[in-house]
């Protein structure tokens, strides 16, 4: 019985490594399909590139953060989960501050609101 679980542990570990670099080559690809389309949206003088650009940042910053959060299953020790931990908070702060980074630009692209019982 002990053999079959560690078999069942052996396979899952695999599994588990294999997601995890799936869902952070995905960020990387979003990631660098976001700053090519960013800067060939320079140099066709595109309007909305920073808002593009930050768009693209944020989504792969969420699959990265995916993948850290998946690697916590298989968290061995303290240490390695407060390194996980710090990278997580991190991760999360950036992602915070790049939403809100998008709500001003889009904010400041679509304009004051118009209030519509002024006419």
Do not use: C, Q
């Not at 560690?6 to 995905?26: M, P, Q, R, V």
């Not at 909305?48 to 995916?66: C, D, P």
């Amino acid at each position: 019985m002990e053999a079959f679980y560690g078999i069942l542990e052996t396979g899952f570990d695999w599994l588990i490594s294999y997601a995890i670099l799936l869902i952070e080559f995905i960020g990387v690809a979003v990631l660098m399909v976001s700053v090519i389309r960013g800067v060939i949206g320079i140099f066709a003088h595109k309007r909305h590139v920073r808002l593009e650009l930050a768009e693209g940042i944020a989504l792969s910053l969420e699959f990265k953060m995916g993948g850290e959060l998946l690697r916590t299953v298989s968290v061995r020790d303290w240490n390695e989960l407060l390194i996980l931990g710090a990278v997580i908070l991190l991760r999360a702060a950036l992602t915070f501050l790049i939403h809100w980074e998008i709500g001003l630009e889009t904010r400041k692209t679509e304009g004051p609101a118009e209030d519509p019982g002024k006419r």
